[in-house]
């Protein structure tokens, strides 16, 4: 329901919610029964709704994730011995003595008579046409890989790669890792050979699974040499299983992907303790080989249960959807829904094609509950004039998230006006570092244009100043003062724990700083203003790049842009904004002087660039985020080889016009 605009004392108008959820959306929320339920057994507080339960939550770290796990059913083999023995970060130790598995929770719906022929998983291509597979079938296929795998020697420990799409196979090969007790590891196949050797000659997989190409916006990309020079890049593996999704014949020496699931066998689940790797996932990589992130089956399984279960509702009824690839976060994150039950939607495709609205038709087609999508992909259909609503039947979505970047409020807007005005827009913020979210959805909470709704559970959220003091209302560091036990439980390759202690505890010692600029309203919403490692900083203003973004971008003639804050030797600041015209568009001095003028009027007048240069395209990492400080870098003059990791970026030569202006400056 809409609510209209309120007043204060005063009677000057106030910017009210975009959205409140009705009292019976509340109620039949599973968060207001999860908070009921703990405030019967675990004294949690019983009114005061979320900001009443999150202070909880962080206050009694230990007896909220004790509730989360109990609330949940996880199924411990051998019973812990407290819930946080060593709450320091790095190194926190959580649920010692439990074993468990990751994949057997993934599974447990399966189990169910009623609901082993339900879609566990829905498929869906360029054609667009769903095709499901069941739970019944999903739990036979991982328990015959999985046996599999432990005939070709594969151990708990071991590492177990892909290079595969967002397909159903690579959800079973995932899971049948899990079941064996070996770590997952992914790479989409629009990654060139180098990206993916950067990636898995650290970790030193003893299985490939890999395809001989994919289909991407109307198009078949073979990549049957890659997969070749994969195999010999990487010596210490035993076996290659081979996915024929374009046809192409087994390779020598490889397994056919249908020979290794054939098998009606019933899974077997390896216990393993709590904090036993689950996956290996990678940060962008843009200054140096990516770090090999590693996170625990047990911190995993309950971060998932609680931000799926309770922050996204999701239950046995939904369906969720979420555009992604197999080298996100967001992918494993995905098939993290199967934990509640829920029928996760495989897209493998573009996501626009064949025209803008194809994520939306996707939604339609799959009965999507939670639609998941990037920022830019929002703001791409407000640009391209896509009318939701009026084209596709979206009468069963009750959430559209984004993650990426920060969703600009023009994207709050046009969500609220194209696709329903009782739609629940959750703008959500995390990292890969923890795969999951510190801030975003809430069900029981109202949602104001540009804000993401509160601080997760859990999370001890905090924004603080430069000497290490919290603030509201201001822009400052987000930190998190308390361990989540999905963080790190080490980096690959990384004996002494140094990189990981410099990636996030070097600023404040004992807590974790994420690298980005956040503002905590005194309502208790949060605001992502960009990474702060480039903030904008003029004569003490700071600011984030994203809200340049957000206002430069509105221009129809702007396609995409990249602002630069750099520190120069004399003690001066240049700041230079870069743009990707439109199609037909011009660079002109009318231009020019609307640009500054919108940036003057609606941020900050000491934030107009000092120059506006037309670039011939704004350089991404693999993952789809806009490369800055590598930018930033190479116009202080540092080489490009160190400058930036080549095997990182979308398109290496935009970063060569970066390295020229350098040149002439100088």
Not at 30 to 52: C, D, L, N, S, V
């Amino acid at each position: 329901m809409t609510s209209a605009t309120p007043t204060n004392s005063a009677g000057v108008p106030q910017p009210g919610p975009l959205w409140e959820p009705g009292p019976g959306r509340i109620a039949d929320a599973k968060i207001t029964h999860f908070q009921r339920w703990a405030a019967e057994r675990y004294g949690a507080p019983a009114g005061g709704g979320y900001a009443a339960l999150h202070r909880w939550s962080v206050d009694e770290l230990d007896t909220f994730w004790k509730a989360v796990a109990e609330w949940f059913d996880v199924r411990f083999s051998t019973p812990y011995e407290t819930v946080l023995a060593d709450r320091s970060m790095p190194g926190a130790q959580w649920f010692p003595g439990a074993s468990l598995n990751y994949a057997e929770h993934a599974l447990r719906a399966a189990e169910d008579p009623a609901r082993a022929h339900d879609a566990a998983l829905l498929h869906v291509d360029e054609t667009h046409d769903p095709q499901p597979v069941t739970w019944s079938e999903l739990r036979r296929q991982v328990g015959a890989l999985a046996a599999e795998l432990r005939a070709l020697g594969v151990r708990p420990g071991h590492l177990v790669s892909g290079y595969l799409p967002n397909i159903p196979q690579a959800v079973t090969a995932l899971l049948a890792t899990a079941a064996v007790g070996a770590v997952w590891t992914s790479c989409a196949p629009d990654f060139g050979a180098r990206s993916v050797l950067d990636r898995f000659q650290q970790v030193e997989p003893v299985v490939l699974f890999t395809v001989d190409g994919y289909r991407y916006g109307g198009k078949e990309h073979d990549r049957t040499e890659t997969a070749a020079e994969l195999r010999r890049e990487l010596p210490t593996l035993r076996a290659v299983v081979h996915i024929p999704l374009l046809g192409t014949p087994a390779p020598e020496g490889t397994l056919e992907w249908s020979a290794v699931t054939a098998a009606d066998t019933e899974p077997v689940f390896e216990q393993v303790p709590f904090d036993h790797p689950l996956w290996v996932l990678y940060s962008s990589g843009t200054t140096g080989l990516p770090k090999a992130i590693v996170q625990s089956q047990g911190g995993i399984l309950l971060e998932h249960l609680k931000q799926l279960g309770l922050h996204c509702d999701l239950g046995p009824e939904d369906r969720f959807f979420w555009y992604t690839s197999t080298g996100w976060m967001m992918w494993n994150f995905l098939v993290s829904g199967l934990l509640t039950g829920t029928t996760v939607v495989l897209y493998d495709g573009s996501p626009g094609h064949p025209d803008t609205a194809a994520q939306w038709r996707i939604a339609e087609r799959t009965g999507a509950t939670l639609y998941g999508t990037s920022a830019a992909y929002v703001m791409a259909c407000r640009k391209a004039d896509v009318h939701p609503a009026r084209d596709f039947d979206l009468s069963r979505v009750k959430c559209v998230a984004t993650t990426g970047s920060p969703l600009p409020p023009d994207g709050f807007r046009w969500l609220h006006d194209e696709v329903a005005d009782d739609l629940w827009i959750a703008s959500v913020s995390g990292g890969t570092d923890v795969c999951s979210c510190f801030a975003g959805a809430v069900p029981t909470l109202p949602v104001h244009i540009g804000e993401l709704q509160a601080p997760c559970l859990g999370t001890d959220l905090q924004s603080w100043d430069p000497h290490g003091k919290p603030v509201i209302g201001e822009v400052g560091e987000l930190v998190v003062t308390n361990p989540m036990p999905s963080m790190p439980i080490h980096f690959w390759n990384d004996p002494d724990g140094s990189r990981y202690r410099d990636s996030y505890f070097e600023m404040f010692p004992g807590v974790w700083r994420h690298g980005d600029w956040i503002t905590i309203t005194d309502h208790g919403s949060v605001i992502i203003h960009g990474r702060s490692d480039s903030t904008l900083n003029r004569q003490g203003v700071r600011m984030g790049s994203a809200d340049i973004y957000e206002a430069v971008e509105r221009l129809p003639e702007i396609r995409e842009s990249l602002v630069i804050g750099l520190e120069e030797p004399d003690g001066g600041y240049w700041m230079p904004l870069f743009v990707h015209l439109a199609e037909g568009a011009t660079l002109d001095d009318g231009l020019r002087s609307r640009i500054k003028q919108t940036i003057r009027e609606q941020l900050s007048p000491r934030h107009v660039p000092d120059e506006i240069i037309e670039v011939p395209g704004v350089p991404h990492t693999l993952t789809g985020k806009r490369i800055e400080v590598p930018v930033k870098r190479l116009l202080q003059g540092t080489a490009l080889a160190k400058a930036v990791n080549p095997g990182s970026v979308d398109n290496l030569e935009l970063l060569r016009f970066y390295e020229e202006l350098a040149r002439t400056r100088r």
